[in-house]
């Protein structure tokens, strides 16, 4: 069974880049070239929040996520969440299929947990599965004048592979 693991992190830098880049290092998926698909999980899938990424491989190949991430110059706070819930078949063999939503902004950290809740629910509802309860990260950033902050919550889809 495949693992999607959820990461999180977030920093302050003197440029956007700069506190983005430590942000994914906080989350410790800085030496990889992210790429990002929509939000479902595939069937026979197992999600586990582990705040920072094991070694998923080495530096500079390709990682499959979903990412949800928010930078703000400051004075200001950044927050970003991502919420997941899967299906679940009769037999409760293994997760079936589900969703991930993912939100951020310039916004507290309550409100961004509230719009990723909807957001999901949403999703859920165009969908003929029968979801178990949601699950949410939520990471959150605050920026004094003359820096910046990111924060981000990503979804890694198993180990990385060769960009090339």
């Known amino acids: 069974m495949s693992t999607i693991r959820i990461v999180w992190g977030s920093a302050t830098a003197p440029t956007a880049m700069s506190s ?16 990002p698909v929509s939000s479902v999980i595939p069937a026979g899938t197992d999600v586990e929040p582990v705040g920072t990424a094991p070694d998923l491989g080495p530096a500079g190949q390709r990682l499959t996520v979903v990412e949800a991430k928010a930078t ?6 950044v927050s970003a969440a991502l919420s997941w819930s899967q299906s679940r078949p009769a037999d409760d063999a ?17 409100d961004v947990e509230r ?20 699950s949410v990260a939520v990471e959150n950033e605050r920026a004094e004048s003359g820096t910046y902050a990111t924060a981000v919550v990503l979804a890694v889809y198993g180990e990385s592979d060769s960009i090339l």
């Open 20 to 35: 983005y880049d430590a942000a994914l290092a906080d989350a410790g998926v800085e030496n990889y070239n992210l790429v």
């Open 115 to 134: 719009r990723v809740r909807e957001g999901l629910a949403a999703g859920q509802g165009l969908r003929e599965w029968e979801f178990g309860d949601a």
């Open 72 to 77: 703000t110059a400051g004075p200001g706070s």
């Open 94 to 110: 293994e997760p079936g299929p589900g969703l991930f939503y993912e939100a951020a902004g310039e916004i507290d950290p309550n």
